[in-house]
């Protein structure tokens, strides 16, 4: 007698494909969490760093819009892990400060931290230090706003080659004449230095002394401008005459991120 030893393995297969679907599904469940809880972690992080800037900002006596931050580089909490995190970007928009009751406005400030450490323990329990490596910033004051500081009717300025130009009205003599030239735009400490020369006038050779008028003039409008204290120990380093504006870029090194001094 002859029995048929064939054994159906379409059972085995099916329960095969089952598990393989459920590690699938698993897998992926796995991954969704593991960018959720990433995403959470570099949100907590980004709002914690928005409220110590915005807590700097007030603390010296400027005004600003909540400070924009985004946590550079993924997955973020390998960074946690490591206790090193790559660029952080911080934007802080409509800084505001006052000079001799007038308002210094500067529509954008944009900041980069670089080689920002920070311990797992420090995050974890708020003790140490959080430090940037190196902060960058840059931050454009519009011409508008300078014009309305220097407080002279009529008073335009504009980047010319590179250089900060201006035109402007000078009534001499019964005449009006139109006042062009260019300025020198240099850094001293905290302020943003503005001396205009070398300015020249249409007509000039009819106005008895008006060279010395037009000297004088450069004197008035020549203006050194106290900014608004920028976050983070930003200190001025240089000051460049663009389209948009005059740009001024700062940095600093070795900055406390968790404190709000």
């Known amino acids: 007698m002859t029995y048929d030893s064939t054994v159906d393995s379409r059972p085995r297969r099916r329960t095969g494909r089952k598990l393989l679907t459920g590690l699938l599904v698993l897998v992926v469940l796995l991954l969704i969490v593991a960018v959720v809880a990433d995403r959470v972690g570099a949100n907590y992080a980004e709002r914690e760093i928005a409220n110590r800037v915005a807590a700097q900002i007030e603390n ?9 931050v985004d946590v550079a580089g993924v ?46 323990s420090t995050l974890m329990n708020g003790q140490g230090d959080i430090v940037a490596g190196s902060v960058a910033g840059e931050a454009t004051l519009e011409y508008a706003s300078v014009a309305a500081l220097i407080g002279r009717d009529g008073v335009v300025l504009a980047e010319k080659d590179g250089k900060l130009a201006v ?29 205009f ?36 120990d930003l200190k001025l380093q240089k000051v460049t005459p663009r389209p948009e504006g005059l740009v001024v870029t700062a940095q600093a090194s070795e900055v406390p991120l968790n404190t709000t001094a």
């Open 75 to 120: 997955p973020f909490l390998t960074q946690v892990a490591a206790g090193n995190y790559e660029d952080i970007g911080i934007v802080v928009r409509d800084l505001s400060g006052q000079q001799d009751g007038k308002a210094v406005r500067m529509p954008l400030v944009d900041i980069t931290a670089r080689d920002v450490r920070a311990p797992l």
């Open 197 to 232: 020369q070398e300015l020249t006038a249409e007509g000039l050779e009819s106005v008895p002394f008006a060279q010395n008028l037009v000297n004088a003039y450069a004197r008035q409008i020549s203006i050194d401008l106290q900014l608004p204290p920028l976050p983070l």
């Open 167 to 195: 035109r402007a009205p000078l009534s001499a003599a019964g005449q009006t004449l139109n006042v062009t030239g260019t300025a020198d735009v240099t850094i001293e400490g905290e302020l943003v230095r503005i001396r």
């Open 60 to 68: 010296q006596g400027a005004t600003a819009s909540r400070p924009e």
